[in-house]
């Protein structure tokens, strides 16, 4: 099934709008509870010894490539880092799960509300849209950009 340029727009919109709304509050959710999240960093098994730079540099990421999405230019490598910080806190989550006795919750806001498998499940769905957004954007096979990378 082939989509046409306008749906290809209108879910690229989506994606980054969903992106942009799920970093910012996390990000301003981090910062509000900064010294909490900063503990509950500290009580990770995988994150000790990198609790500072974690804690800081997470929601500083976060709101970098929500800044990044919303200028068209700069929207395919934003995908790409949100497509990355997701496959990131994936990952953490996996091993936090299935090799760690101890599962300290760092989320902050509604997030906080979900068992870790339903948090696992949320971000496999948020790094398929950022997969899907990075198809809409990336290079066509004769090496032109995605007239989608500039449009708005």
């Known amino acids: 099934m082939k989509i046409n340029s306008k749906h ?4 690229l919109e989506l994606i980054c ?5 799920l970093f910012v509050y996390a990000a ?3 910062f509000l509870i900064f010294d909490e999240f900063k503990i509950q960093i500290g009580q990770s098994p995988v994150l000790t010894a ?4 974690v804690a800081f540099g997470v929601p500083t990421i976060e709101i970098l490539i929500s800044l990044a999405l919303v200028i068209p230019k700069f929207r395919l490598p934003a995908l790409y880092a949100a497509f ?3 496959i990131m806190f994936t990952t953490y989550i996996f091993i936090i799960l299935n090799f760690s006795d ?3 919750c760092s989320c902050g806001g509604v997030l906080e509300k979900l068992d870790w498998t ?4 949320f971000n496999i769905f948020f790094v ?3 997969f899907i957004g990075v198809m809409i954007l990336s290079p066509q096979k004769n090496g032109n950009i995605s007239k989608y990378a500039y449009d708005t």
């Open 102 to 104: 101890f599962i300290p």
């Open 50 to 53: 990198y609790t500072s730079w």
């Open 17 to 21: 709008m969903l992106f942009i709304l």
């Open 28 to 30: 301003v959710s981090k």
């Open 8 to 11: 290809k727009n209108i879910l």
């Open 84 to 86: 990355t910080l997701m």
């Open 118 to 121: 339903e948090h696992l499940i």
């Open 128 to 130: 398929v849209l950022a």
